[in-house]
């Protein structure tokens, strides 16, 4: 199978002797973020408790950013993602700051559809609460929540 794989779709490549690797990274990424979205098949525990595990690992955001995407857009469960999201945000798991803008993230990635507009208000007032936050928030994540908070369209009329 994995031959007939790699020769037919140019997916895959062999990378030693029987050892086999993604030729690009995202269809790692798209099909991790399908396995966790498959998790939930009776629940959305299992999705918020995968995705919360690695929240503070660089390695997985474009991962939780698709699984998002997948169960809202393409599996049309806008509100399943959108409890997902809100889960996450509820907990704040890893590094402060972070899970909320990766949910800034996932909410520009998804634009209009996949979530609801009241989890889109919910994250938005998340990363907003995040950007104030300079005690609990690094300078760092700060500023990536401004820049996620521009593009969800800042609410602030000062800005």
Not at 5 to 28: C, D, K, P, W
Not at 95 to 116: C, F, K, P, R, Y
């Amino acid at each position: 199978m994995l031959t007939d794989t790699r020769r037919e779709t140019a997916m895959l490549v062999e990378r030693g002797s029987g050892q086999y690797g993604f030729i690009h990274l995202t269809f790692q990424e798209y099909l991790a973020a399908i396995g966790i979205v498959q998790k939930g098949q009776l629940g959305i525990g299992p999705v918020v408790t995968a995705l919360a595990a690695r929240i503070d690992d660089p390695d997985w955001h474009e991962v939780i950013q698709l699984a998002i995407g997948y169960l809202g857009i393409v599996q049309g469960y806008e509100d399943a993602a959108s409890q997902v999201v809100q889960q996450l945000l509820k907990q704040k798991p890893g590094t402060a700051g972070q899970v909320e803008i990766l949910m800034g993230m996932s909410a520009n990635d998804v634009g209009e559809h996949g979530l609801t507009h009241a989890c889109r208000e919910a994250i938005t007032q998340a990363v907003l609460t995040a950007l104030r936050d300079d005690g609990r928030v690094a300078p760092r994540q700060r500023a990536l929540a401004g820049q996620t908070l521009a593009r969800l369209g800042d609410p602030r009329p000062e800005v």
